[in-house]
């Protein structure tokens, strides 16, 4: 007998959740259209962290971040058809660039909504990439329920940050090539916002490195992944990070459906933890991380007991940091 339940929990479908082999197929897919970004090791990082630490660099990738992945695989399983319709999706900012990218590979009509006042770094670059902007409302929350509406009206594909098997597909691509390029991590370190890159990395580490523990990191002023993870319900929290790619105020039943079934622990850091792991990475590893993309080294700074002497992935997602978000790094 089913109990009622306060909240709904995340029991996707494993019909719709992806395997590893929709990521083999991604891969296939995806050759060609985004960068097999290199990785990096540092003796500063190593130092600060007294753990070996192998950073993965997708703020190296096409766009500037790892959303390019996903957005693409989606973009191109879908038919000619439904990519006539039109594709619509909201976003802080990556999600934004990632589809507007597939979208001009694709020759697919692309309208994003972003919230009012977004980063001007990924305003313009969405711009630069041929999509239209829609400003809308004051968070990531807004967009999106403008974004639904757009694509009901216009029979336009919407394209979700999150519940997208697609997209988590996609993404899993940066993990197969992260277990090759460095085999035999202890720990991989994920920072999450909707979870489709933490959801990936679990799927991809089980199927292919399954004594890696995979521990997802959000900001502690945006934790509703976090809290969904912890409680096993779908919650919405306060959303106010500074880091864009981590400002989501709810669980999602795809991402935290995998993210239980396989990562062993999501993590918190502040705000001013992510900024001085966005300083580590200019001045140890001469490379730019958005707040977002410095979480996961955050992180392992924050609890140098558990990482210790252990050689530890770290995904520095993104390097789309405006001049301000530097400049208050550095200060
Ligand atoms: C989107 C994003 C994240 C969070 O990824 P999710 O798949 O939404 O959990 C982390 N870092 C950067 C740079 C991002 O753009």
Redesign the pocket.
């Known amino acids: 007998m089913m109990l009622a339940t306060a909240h709904p929990r995340p029991v996707a479908n494993p019909a719709t959740l992806p395997t590893i082999t929709d990521v083999l197929a991604a891969q296939s897919r995806l050759d060609g259209v985004v960068v097999r970004t290199p990785v990096g090791e540092y003796a500063e990082l190593d130092r600060a962290t007294d753990a070996a630490i192998v950073v993965k660099h997708e703020n190296q990738q096409r766009t500037g971040?790892?959303?390019a992945r996903g957005a693409s695989n989606l973009l191109l399983s879908m038919s000619d058809a439904e990519r006539a319709r039109g594709v619509v999706a909201y976003s802080t900012?990556?999600?934004a660039q990632g589809v507007a990218y597939a979208a001009r590979l694709t020759g697919t009509a692309c309208t994003i909504v972003m919230p009012d006042d977004p980063n001007p770094v990924k305003l313009r670059a969405v711009l630069d990439l041929g999509a239209d902007v829609l400003l809308h409302g004051a968070t990531f929350d807004d967009a999106r329920a403008r974004a639904t509406d757009l694509a009901h009206e216009s029979g336009a594909r919407l394209v979700g940050?999150?519940n997208e098997p697609a997209i988590i597909a996609g993404?899993g691509t940066l993990y197969l090539e992260l277990f090759q390029q460095a085999p035999g991590l202890d720990a991989l370190v994920v920072?999450?916002?909707?979870?489709?890159?933490?959801a990936a990395a679990g799927l991809v580490a089980a199927a292919v490195a399954p004594y890696t523990e995979v521990i997802g990191v959000q900001s502690a002023a945006s934790p509703a992944?976090h809290d969904s993870w912890h409680s096993g319900e779908l919650v919405e929290r306060p959303n106010t990070t500074r880091a864009e790619?981590?400002a989501?105020g709810c669980g999602f039943e795809v991402?935290q459906a995998l993210m239980r079934e396989h990562l062993t622990d999501v993590v918190l850091v502040s705000d001013d933890e992510i900024a001085a792991a966005q300083r580590l990475y200019l001045t140890g590893a001469h490379t730019v991380a958005?707040g977002?993309?410095a979480?996961a080294l955050a992180a392992v700074l924050a609890d140098p007991g558990r990482f210790a002497g252990r050689r530890v992935g770290v995904v520095c997602?993104?390097g789309?940091a405006s001049s301000d978000e530097l400049l208050r790094a550095l200060t």
């Open positions: 971040a790892f959303k900012g990556n999600h940050a999150a993404v920072p999450v916002g909707g979870g489709s890159g933490a992944a790619g981590l989501v991402t958005e977002a993309g979480a997602t993104g789309n």
